[in-house]
């Protein structure tokens, strides 16, 4: 079943300013130059894997960092460094002195991956196939560096993925008719193995990741295929012990009734002077192409949570396929202002427009918002999960 609204002939306001909040131009790097043509606002560029990271830092570089309150027009990019969990295995925990040798790097791919080719044999002839795996110290020192390099840089593609396996390798006559254009790294419609990446370590990787988004007081966008209750765990763990105190009833009527007091202004004021400050945990998350249900909304909605989560969708991921019923249910409880909206696209151009302008009158139909009320909604969400 497919939910697109497509027969809505209104005129649509680009002018108001459309964001996509999760997006891989970089994957087909022929296309960016695309970009500053595109009727789209601005883009959060993802980054997901080796391949990547450096080429969404010279996109942004080349076509410039957005920022709301900057008089540089040209700015489209708002760059996300992040290792994906399909390449979780390619990163190493342990810290080994002779992690170069072989038979460690075979020992780290059985101890990462579930499932078997049939013999050991089989096994040490497909883990040679993989790439040398990068320490995570290692992977979390480049990623704080260029972090930091861009002010409004976000932690993204992040996550857990229980349903994915590893490809199975490049065949010849599957290289000689591959598309040159697409960066490499991804899957590209190679065959499936059997092995998939154990939960405990991807766990592990998107732990250290939303860290390092905390210290930094960045957001991250998140990746979850089947993983809702784990991804839940996660950040539970990250936020024991600093929720958010909830008032009574009672509390939050006296409050009203007496107007503001010495005590919200003293919280007002450490507010202020802690912006900087680390936390333990990413300010703001959005959980991407959302596909959970009503009740895992409810549990990361709590107002005793302490990171501001975001909701995102696409019209690719949501709005087809048997899901879509649950997506709308989903969609309907959410308060107004954690909707975003993403193409997810890995092509900039015409086909992103049109895939964002698709899914901002989805969500406005869905919602019962006008259409100009709910593109300014949209865009005044994301300004606020992207800056605060």
């Known amino acids: 079943m497919d939910y697109k609204i ?101 020992q780290h791919y059985r101890n990462v991956l579930t499932g078997t080719m049939g013999t050991e044999n089989d096994d040490t002839a497909f883990f040679k196939t993989l790439p040398t795996p990068k320490p995570l110290s290692t992977l979390l020192s480049e990623t704080k560096t260029r972090l930091l390099a861009h002010s409004n840089a976000l932690v993204g593609e992040i996550g857990l993925d229980k349903a994915f396996r590893l490809p199975m390798p490049w065949q010849k006559d599957e290289l000689d008719s591959r598309n040159e254009g697409l960066t490499p790294g991804s899957r590209e419609g190679r065959k499936l193995s059997p092995y998939r990446v154990s939960i405990a370590h991807q766990k592990a990787l998107l732990k250290a990741q939303l860290q390092l988004a905390g210290e930094l007081r960045r957001a991250v966008s998140v990746h979850s295929v089947q993983g809702h209750g784990v991804v839940l765990e996660c950040f539970q763990e990250l936020w024991k012990g600093y929720e958010r105190k909830v008032e009574s009833k009672r509390s939050r009527k006296k409050s009203v009734n007496q107007g503001r007091n010495e005590e919200d202004e003293k919280h007002d004021e450490e507010e202020k002077t802690s912006e900087a400050t680390p936390l333990p945990y990413p300010p703001r998350i959005c959980m991407h192409s959302y596909s959970g249900s009503p009740e895992a909304v409810k ?90």
């Not at 649950?326 to 900039?348: F, G, M, N, Q, Y």
């Not at 009320?373 to 606020?384: H, I, S």
């Open 6 to 106: 497509s027969e809505d002939s209104t005129s649509f306001p680009w002018e108001l300013g459309v964001f996509d909040a999760h997006c891989h131009p970089t994957d087909t790097m022929t296309s960016i130059s695309d970009i500053p043509h595109m009727r789209a606002t601005a883009l959060t560029v993802m980054s997901t894997r080796g391949e990547d990271q450096e080429l969404v830092d010279e996109v942004t570089k080349r076509l410039g960092d957005y920022h709301h309150d900057s008089k540089n027009e040209n700015g489209k990019i708002v760059p996300c460094f992040g290792w994906h969990p399909w390449f979780a295995h390619q990163i190493r925990a342990e810290e080994d002195e002779d992690n170069t040798r072989e038979t460690n790097i075979s």
């Open 299 to 388: 549990q990361l909605l709590r107002p005793s949570v302490p990171s501001d989560v975001y909701f995102s969708f696409s019209t690719v991921i949501n709005f087809t396929g048997p899901t879509v019923d649950r997506v709308k249910s989903c969609l309907e409880s959410l308060p107004d202002d954690r909707i975003l909206i993403e193409s997810d696209l890995h092509t900039a151009g015409k086909q992103m427009d049109d895939l964002l302008e698709e899914v901002v009158r989805t969500v406005c139909y869905v919602k019962g918002w006008s259409l100009e009320d709910g593109t300014k909604l949209l865009a005044e969400n994301w300004r606020r999960f992207v800056f605060g």
